[in-house]
Structures are given as structure tokens and as C-alpha cells.
């Protein structure tokens, strides 16, 4: 009879027997098909700022310090666009007199009342998730929770400046065939300053062909800014992140009439 | 592996991954025809894996981690192409072979028949831990979150794949012994 050892040991030896080149065609036939393969782009922010590339990490500095100039003109001056607007829903106490006129950033246009725009420049990973993987019939599920991020967020609206914390749940689906299926996600949103807070969360969802619609966030407000609400949605831009949202009043959920 | 490359990769860099690919294709190559014991499949499956890691790479987030994610992509290939072929291949079952064998010892020759014969009753999923451990000499824990299982899990499917593959040189060799006996 083998022993354990004799057995690892012959398994060993018959694994190292076999082919280690990969035939040049194979890899020409892949090379070939990149061109016109997409690549699928996550909902989240992947790679930190310490995995940037010199000029993407130089760009992103130049983005914030864009952001902090236009904010300061805004602040000083009374707003690009001109006369001052107030929020509809300013609070209040010092967080309200605090609150610029809601004018827009250059590339955006004038904004309205209540809007803001805000850029998370930069951020980092602070607590580390878990990765894991399990089927659901055919369909193999990679789940991920509990990453969170962290970064220094500038609005145009200083209520949501400060802090922005980012958590993100996903699950993404594989065929049978081993290709991408859908995607879905959750993710919390947190935005401290010194006057207060404001958190919520949303949810993702990508599709294999690249369409995507990610979360639209209702922030509730905390501390100075307690009983306000604000609509926030993430738009393209230089920034790591880059929101707009409205603090306005949110309507109750309707229930749909189902007759008598 | 170069986390700069992978990352440009990451971004669209079509010649950075081409890079990529020569790097760690012949790797991937030598695990997926030690899983899927077929030269052809095995190449399907290095070719699919290879489309994979480009479709997902924006999808990486610890650019230092490539070769781990890669094999994982890879093992899930050989899954596909494990299951595209037993669609289409018959229920056979494996029978004892009356090969000769001289003597106490096993030969070379008999225990890689052997050897083969054990692996090819094994599901993907006990070979898989099987190649990456013995054959990359990955360590349990890194096997368990290349392939995204518990590392509980990881020791069991060894366990069960290494007293399989034990029972098959065992139990091939009996006949033989026993008839040298006599």
C-alpha cells in the first residue's frame, strides 16, 4: 500500500510531466479579439490613489485645487453665475448662515437653488473587506462587503464638505459559460464636517453590455442639519468622485392605488 | 508581476496587457492542461481566461494580487470547459485493467497510467486544489482565496483528491500484485 508520502510524492512528479508553452496561435487568437472585447468597468472606485499613475494622481491634485478655487471665488464673491440664491431647505442655526449661494462649477452651468456639486478628490481604503465566492445554480457569485473608503470631500455647498465616507456591497454574476452576467450593488454614503453629518445609501446595478446605473443616494442630515434632507447622484468628472444633489424636501413614498 | 503594467492595463492599455499575457500565459497554460488533462480544452480554457482577465482587469483592486485573480479566472474557465465537455461525452465508466506489472515495485510508466486514471474521476473543483497546490506549490490559505472557498473546504477537497488518487494506485496495482503472488 502507498503511504501519504509516497503518494504526494508520486503526484508531484506526474504533475511536472506535461506541456508549459502556450502555442503562439493561442495567444495571437486572444490578442486579436482584445480590440474589440470591452473592458467591463467596475461601479466602485478600484484602485487608490497610491496605485495612480504620476499623472493620474497629478491630476486629481489639480482637480481639488480647481474645486477649492472655484469655491473660494464662489464664497467670496457671490457666485459665478451672480446673485446669490438661498437653499429652499437651509436650516437654522450656523450651518445655514454658513451656506454659499448655490451657484454651479464652471463646466456644470448655473445651478439651482439647493443644488450643489462636489468632488472627493482623493481616497483611501480604511477598513478591508471580505471577498467570497458561491453558486446559485449555474450562475457563479463573486460577493464582496464590507470595504469602506475614505476621503476629503469639497462642495459647492459647504454643508457637504468635510469627510466623505464610502462602504460598497456587490455581487457579480458569472454564466455558465464563464461570461459576465449582471451586477449588483449597495453602498453607504457618509459626509461629517463639524456642524453635522449627513449618511445614506443607494444601490447599482451594471449590465453585461456596460450599462449601468448606479445609486441614487438619499442623505439624511445630522447635528446642524437635522430634519433636511438631499437627493446626491455621482456624474462623470476628474474627481475620484464626483456628485450633484439637491437638499430639498423629498416627498412620501405613494402608494399605488389597486382600486377598492 | 509588474503592478505598473497591470495597471495601465487596467486602464484600456491594450499593449500592456499584451505584455501581460506573454507573461503569464505559458503558466496558465501548464495549470489549466494539468486540470483539464486534454490539450485542446486546455487551450479553450487558457484562451477564455486570458479574454476574462482583459474584460475584468478595471475590476482588480490590488493590482499586486494579478497572479492570484488570474488563476482564479482561470479555474473558473476550466469549470466551463469541464462542463462544455461532459454535456457531450458518455457515461463511461472506468474499468480495473489487467495491465502486467513486474514485481513489488510500481513502474514509472504504471503509476502515470494510474495516476490518470485516478485524476480523470476527480471533479474540477478536487483537481483544481490538486494542481495549485502540488503543482504551484501554492499554500492552502492562497489556494482558498484564489479559488474563493473557505480554507476548511480547500483541505477537504486535498483530502479527498490525494485518498483518491492513493485508492487508484492502490487499487490498480492489486490485481497485478496479487497475481504476481501466486
Known amino acids: 500500500m502507498s503511504t501519504e508520502r509516497e503518494t504526494r510524492r508520486v503526484v508531484r512528479s506526474w504533475l511536472e510531466e506535461g506541456v508549459t508553452a502556450l502555442p503562439d496561435r493561442v495567444l495571437d487568437a486572444v490578442l486579436d479579439q482584445v480590440p474589440a472585447t470591452s473592458q467591463r468597468r467596475p461601479l466602485w472606485p478600484v484602485r487608490r490613489i497610491a496605485e495612480m499613475s504620476i499623472y493620474a494622481r497629478l491630476a486629481s491634485v489639480a482637480a481639488v485645487v480647481i474645486v477649492l478655487v472655484v469655491g473660494v471665488t464662489v464664497m467670496a464673491g457671490g457666485g459665478v453665475g451672480g446673485q446669490a440664491t438661498p437653499s429652499p431647505s ?57 470595504y469602506t473608503w475614505q476621503g476629503a470631500i469639497v462642495a459647492t455647498d459647504p454643508r457637504f464638505s468635510g469627510t466623505h465616507y464610502y462602504s460598497w456591497n456587490g455581487d457579480s454574476y458569472t454564466l455558465q459559460s464563464g461570461l459576465p452576467a449582471q451586477e449588483v450593488s449597495a453602498e453607504g454614503h457618509r459626509i461629517e464636517n463639524d456642524a453635522g453629518a449627513w449618511q445614506g445609501s443607494g444601490y447599482g446595478v451594471s449590465f453585461p453590455d456596460s450599462t449601468m446605473q448606479s445609486a441614487l443616494t438619499v442623505l439624511v442630515g445630522e447635528g446642524a442639519y437635522d430634519g433636511l434632507t438631499a437627493l446626491m447622484f455621482r456624474t462623470g468628472g476628474s474627481c475620484f468622485f464626483n456628485f450633484r444633489g439637491i437638499v430639498t424636501d423629498v416627498p412620501d413614498t405613494p402608494v399605488p392605488y389597486t382600486g377598492p | ?119 480523470r474521476r476527480l471533479s474540477i473543483d478536487h483537481r483544481a486544489v490538486v494542481v495549485l497546490h502540488h503543482y504551484l506549490d501554492m499554500p492552502l490559505q492562497s489556494v482558498a482565496e484564489t479559488l474563493g472557498v473557505p480554507i476548511g473546504t480547500v483541505r477537504s477537497r486535498l483530502h479527498y483528491a490525494m485518498r483518491g488518487l492513493r485508492a487508484a494506485l492502490d487499487a490498480d496495482a492489486r490485481p497485478a500484485r496479487q497475481e504476481a503472488i501466486r
Open chain 1, 90 to 146: 437651509q436650516p437654522n442655526g450656523a450651518a445655514a448662515t454658513e451656506t454659499p449661494p448655490a451657484t454651479g462649477t464652471p463646466s456644470q452651468g448655473a445651478l439651482l437653488p439647493g443644488e450643489f456639486t462636489a468632488c472627493v478628490g482623493r481616497n483611501e481604503e480604511s477598513k478591508h473587506g471580505t471577498d467570497s465566492q458561491d453558486r446559485i445554480g449555474d450562475l457563479t457569485v463573486d460577493r464582496t462587503r464590507g
Open chain 2, 1 to 119: 508581476m509588474d503592478a505598473k503594467l497591470v495597471a495601465r492595463a487596467q486602464d484600456g492599455d491594450e499593449e500592456a496587457f499584451a505584455s501581460l499575457a506573454v507573461a503569464i500565459g505559458d503558466q496558465l497554460h501548464a495549470v489549466s492542461h494539468r486540470i483539464l488533462r486534454d490539450l485542446d480544452l486546455a487551450e479553450d480554457a487558457t484562451q477564455q481566461a486570458l479574454l476574462a482577465i482583459w474584460r475584468d482587469l478595471p475590476t482588480l483592486r490590488d493590482p499586486a494580487r494579478f497572479e492570484a485573480w488570474s488563476y482564479r479566472l482561470l479555474v473558473r474557465a476550466c469549470y466551463a470547459e469541464g462542463r462544455r465537455t461532459r454535456r457531450w461525452a458518455p457515461n463511461l465508466r472506468l474499468l480495473p485493467t489487467d495491465e502486467p506489472v513486474a514485481g513489488e515495485g510500481l513502474s514509472l510508466v504504471h503509476d502515470r497510467d494510474q495516476l490518470e486514471r485516478g485524476f
